[in-house]
């Protein structure tokens, strides 16, 4: 089993940055796919970033591609999100998720295990 809790969120102008933080804990943590997924109001979740059990492989969104940045830790059992570049579509409440069946990197939601809370992440224009 593994618990998630994200940090980080918060409002921040368009252009800037933030750093969403997951801290895992839970034995499966290191041999599990990790990933952010997003949800604005009135729509379904959606996929963000993933990266595979070591942190060698990951795969994003084709909108976040080049100003996000997905990174784990496996000592800190951590997998944070850098998000360079914010832009007002990209306000949603972001949920860090693990996927203990899967090593590689996945974008599908039924996929993934273990769930946080979820962290609200605002852009103003």
């Known amino acids: 089993q593994v618990q998630l809790v994200e940090s980080g969120g918060g409002l921040v102008q368009a252009g800037g940055s933030l750093t969403l933080s997951c801290a895992a804990s839970g034995r499966a943590f290191t041999s599990s796919a990790m990933g952010w997924f997003r949800q604005a109001p009135w729509t379904e979740r959606e996929f963000v970033a993933g990266?595979?059990?070591?942190?060698?492989?990951?795969e994003y969104v084709e909108s976040v591609k080049g100003r996000f940045t997905i990174a784990r830790d496996n000592a800190k059992t951590t997998a944070n999100l850098q998000m360079n570049g914010l832009k007002p579509d990209d306000t949603a409440v972001y949920y860090c998720a693990a996927a203990p069946r899967f090593l590689g990197p996945t974008s599908t939601a039924v996929e993934y295990d273990y769930w946080g809370q979820g962290t609200q992440v605002t852009v103003s224009s």
């Open positions: 990266v595979n059990w070591y942190g060698t492989s990951r």
